[in-house]
């Protein structure tokens, strides 16, 4: 029994021995990663706050620059929907539609004089 009493109290003094400072340094680290997830939940709600102030920022730009442009494109503050200049098929004569308008004209005015013929 001397034996298992001496083996048994050399066990246990060396789990205290190692073990508290194993403790102690899991301890020290669970702290360190506690503040470091801490820092980085400050950190997002930061950004995140940034990116609030900044949208709402940008949202008075565009509804100033709908109050300002708005009513100068359609030309009437009194709440007209409509533009007040619409563009044609002929105004752009390079636009894919105005070669396509022109020469089913074109087509037409053919089938008109060989019916005239």
């Known amino acids: 029994m001397g034996r298992e009493n001496l083996g048994s109290t050399i066990r246990e003094f060396f ?8 403790a102690e340094r899991l301890d020290e ?3 360190r990663t ?21 949208i ?11 109050m300002v442009l708005l009513p100068m494109v359609y030309g009437n ?10 563009p044609s098929i002929e105004d752009d004569p390079d636009s894919w539609a105005a070669i396509r308008a022109r020469h089913a004209r074109e087509q037409e005015e053919e089938a008109q004089q060989e019916q005239a013929n």
Request: include cysteine; proline fraction near 2%.
């Open 15 to 22: 789990r205290e021995l190692f073990g508290s400072r194993l």
């Open 29 to 31: 680290e669970l702290m």
């Open 34 to 54: 506690r503040e470091d997830c801490d820092g980085r939940i400050v950190e997002y709600q930061h950004q995140q706050a940034q990116f609030r102030q900044e």
């Open 56 to 66: 709402a920022q940008l949202r008075a730009k565009i509804e100033k620059y709908e």
């Open 77 to 86: 503050l009194g709440g007209k929907k409509e533009p007040t200049f619409i």
